[in-house]
């Protein structure tokens, strides 16, 4: 196995590697090991500049690692850093061949490397916009997956009804409805005569009134509730307010415009929960035998559109995970697909890779103005960008942000970015996109579904368990320990990567044909658990008075 740079990556400026044959060369002819330990490869080594190596198994003090000539001073958990290198108090530290932080401690060679030794630092990061922007090359016969083609020609995966709450007040309607028509692979209920509607979808959240109606917040979750009410994954829509509350049911816009699958109507003016339950039953069951009324037909994949998600990520996510799901998305937009990267502040310290292949310079101005944004959003909060990662992630082996950052980033492949979206808003591009969301996953898939995601791709290196009706989510784990253990919860394991018995290559042309299985109609393990009717979860934004 060897550690490649991508072409057109220098050190310093490039995030690419890829894992291949033990015979691969690098991107100037040398092989770069990989460390082998016996039988079993012991550590990866993931660019030539690094100070640190990352642990395939459990360490402990006394191993040599033959292929850095490096003999091991401390147990090291698997995922975790080793340093090959003597690292000065001060000194950055390079991972990927880029700064993840710098020492807080001197750091001897066979230094476990971590939360004691290694602390989150700034540093001067240069954007140089657009410098490896590379046209992409389309193939010639693009695939196609079997969607459902709406009357007014946008494409979708999945046939769900919605019921959205315009404030909290009207949850309580919203879920009793939603209830009423809740079906298991046991006792379809009230969808026995309706096979072809995959389920009745409650969106309720925590606000909607008691916000400024001209804030930045109020109009983030008049987009959200917009996106996800226009979301060609519904086919029938209803829509329930209080009556009393700043955001009026009535002034969400919607562009299918009302009709008999597009209703509202508010608790006050129909005379209270009970009547409001009966109103909003009677109301989705007229919708029924139309939204049934569809079949699957070929659609390319251009019209597929697919959220990228990483959660509970370990030190493994950067290394399997993540970049097998970028070859994918570089299959996808190579055949017109559009992939959209996300989580803002976990691409802090790794927006420089992105600015470089930004399509035109002022791309890469929107991504920067929205560093700015946050950046002025924390300190108005009291809050610091790096205060990521969390505890699960540093149990997993990553120390800072810009750690998690390279490895995040790794998921939005190698094609240029072709624009930048705020939160919600719809998404028109074709190819790689990003939209400002922060990283909570929750949140940040909330934002891409109602920017037009009828897909989900969501890595994961400690287990996170997550769906989003009603757009279906895959769940990639990042090792086989992860598999093996919450195999219930995982569509596909990228662990072997990590093993050697499969390439970043060979992983991610798994995960592409899952892309076009799932959009066609299979169901994800999150789907079959009834995963993502609690998920939804707009960005609040607004103060609450």
């Given at each position: 196995?060897?550690a490649?740079?991508a072409?057109?990556?220098?050190?310093g400026?490039?995030q690419g590697f890829?894992?291949?044959p033990a015979d691969?060369?690098?991107?100037?002819?040398?092989?770069?090991?990989?460390?082998?330990?016996?039988s079993r490869?012991?550590?990866i080594?993931l660019h030539?500049?690094?100070?640190v190596v990352?642990?395939c198994?459990?360490?402990?003090?006394?191993d040599?690692?033959?292929?850095?000539?490096?003999?091991?001073?401390?147990?090291?958990?698997?995922?975790h850093k080793?340093?090959?290198?003597?690292?000065?108090?001060g000194a950055?530290?390079?991972?990927?061949?880029?700064?993840i932080?710098?020492?807080?401690?001197?750091?001897?060679?066979?230094?476990?490397?971590?939360?004691?030794?290694?602390?989150?630092s700034?540093?001067a990061?240069?954007p140089?916009?657009s410098?490896?922007?590379?046209p992409?090359q389309?193939v010639?016969?693009?695939?196609?997956?079997e969607?459902?083609?709406?009357?007014?020609g946008?494409?979708a995966?999945?046939?769900?009804?919605?019921i959205?709450?315009s404030?909290?007040?009207?949850?309580?309607?919203?879920r009793?409805?939603?209830?009423?028509?809740?079906?298991?692979?046991a006792?379809?209920?009230?969808?026995?005569?309706?096979?072809?509607?995959?389920g009745?979808?409650?969106l309720?959240?925590e606000?909607?009134?008691?916000?400024?109606p001209?804030?930045?917040g109020?109009?983030v979750?008049?987009r959200?509730l917009?996106?996800?009410?226009?979301?060609?994954?519904?086919?029938g829509?209803?829509m329930i307010?209080?009556?009393?509350?700043?955001n009026?049911?009535?002034?969400?816009?919607?562009?299918?415009?009302d009709?008999?699958l597009?209703t509202r109507?508010?608790i006050?003016?129909?005379?209270?929960t009970?009547r409001?339950?009966a109103?909003?039953i009677?109301?989705v069951e007229?919708m029924l035998?139309?939204?049934?009324?569809v079949?699957r037909e070929?659609i390319?994949?251009?019209?597929l559109?697919v959220?990228?998600?990483c959660?509970?990520s370990?030190?493994?996510s950067g290394?399997?995970?993540?970049?097998a799901?970028?070859?994918?998305?570089?299959l996808?937009?190579?055949?017109?697909?559009?992939?959209?990267?996300s989580?803002?502040p976990e691409?802090?310290?790794?927006e420089?890779?992105?600015?470089?292949r930004?399509r035109t310079?002022e791309?890469?101005d929107?991504l920067l103005r929205?560093?700015?944004?946050?950046?002025?959003?924390a300190?108005?909060?009291g809050?610091e960008?790096n205060n990521?990662?969390?505890?699960g992630?540093?149990?997993g082996g990553?120390?800072?942000?810009?750690e998690?950052?390279?490895g995040g980033?790794?998921?939005?492949?190698t094609?240029?970015?072709?624009?930048?979206?705020?939160?919600?808003?719809?998404?028109?591009?074709h190819?790689?996109v990003?939209m400002d969301?922060?990283?909570?996953?929750?949140?940040?898939?909330?934002?891409q579904?109602a920017?037009g995601?009828?897909?989900?791709?969501?890595?994961?290196?400690?287990?996170?368990?997550?769906?989003?009706q009603?757009?279906?989510s895959?769940k990639?784990?990042?090792n086989?320990?992860?598999?093996?253990?919450q195999?219930?919860?995982?569509?596909l394991?990228?662990?072997?990567?990590?093993g050697?018995?499969r390439?970043?290559?060979e992983?991610?042309d798994?995960?592409?044909e899952?892309m076009?299985?799932?959009a066609?109609?299979r169901?994800?393990?999150?789907e079959?658990?009834?995963?993502?009717q609690?998920?939804?979860a707009?960005?609040?934004?607004?103060?609450?008075?």
């Open positions: 196995m060897t490649q740079t072409p057109g990556t220098t050190p400026t490039g890829a894992l291949g691969s060369p690098d991107a100037g002819g040398a092989a770069v090991p990989l460390v082998l330990g016996g490869r012991a550590t080594r030539a500049d690094d100070d990352i642990a198994y459990p360490l402990s003090a006394g040599h690692l033959d292929a850095e000539g490096v003999t091991v001073r401390a147990e090291v958990p698997a995922g080793v340093a090959t290198r003597t690292v000065a108090v950055p530290v390079l991972r990927y061949g880029q700064v932080g710098t020492a807080s401690a001197a750091i001897a060679v066979g230094d476990h490397v971590h939360t004691h030794n290694l602390e989150m700034e540093f990061r240069d140089a916009p410098v490896d922007s590379r992409t389309l010639e016969q693009p695939r196609t997956f969607g459902i083609r709406r009357a007014d946008r494409a995966t999945r046939n769900y009804v919605g959205v709450s404030v909290n007040c009207s949850a309580t309607v919203v009793a409805i939603a209830d009423a028509f809740r079906r298991t692979d006792d379809p209920g009230r969808l026995a005569d309706y096979p072809n509607v995959d009745v979808v409650a309720v959240h606000t909607g009134c008691a916000v400024d001209a804030g930045e109020f109009a979750l008049r959200t917009q996106g996800y009410a226009e979301h060609a994954n519904f086919g829509i209803l307010g209080l009556g009393c509350e700043t009026q049911v009535e002034e969400i816009p919607v562009g299918q415009g009709g008999p597009l109507f508010t006050q003016d129909v005379g209270g009970t409001a339950i109103q909003g009677a109301l007229a035998p139309t939204v049934n009324d079949v070929p390319p994949l251009s019209e559109t959220g990228l998600q959660g509970g370990d030190g493994y290394i399997t995970a993540n970049p799901l970028g070859h994918a998305v570089d996808l937009v190579r055949h017109g697909g559009t992939a959209i990267l989580e803002t691409i802090y310290g790794a420089h890779l992105l600015t470089r930004a310079p791309v890469a929107k929205r560093f700015d944004w946050w950046l002025a959003y300190e108005r909060m809050a960008l990521n990662p969390s505890t992630n540093k149990a990553l120390t800072t942000v810009l998690k950052s390279l980033v790794t998921k939005g492949g094609t240029d970015l072709v624009d930048v979206y705020t939160y919600a808003e719809r998404v028109t591009a190819g790689l990003f969301t922060p990283g909570f996953d929750p949140v940040s898939a909330t934002g579904v920017g995601a009828n897909l989900i791709c969501f890595t994961t290196g400690r287990g996170s368990a997550y769906g989003c009603p757009t279906p895959l990639i784990a990042t086989s320990l992860l598999w093996d253990r195999r219930d919860d995982m569509d394991n990228a662990g072997e990567i990590v050697g018995r390439s970043i290559a992983v991610g798994e995960i592409f899952a076009i299985d799932c066609s109609g169901r994800s393990r999150s079959l658990h009834g995963y993502g609690n998920e939804f707009p960005w609040q934004l607004s103060a609450v008075m």
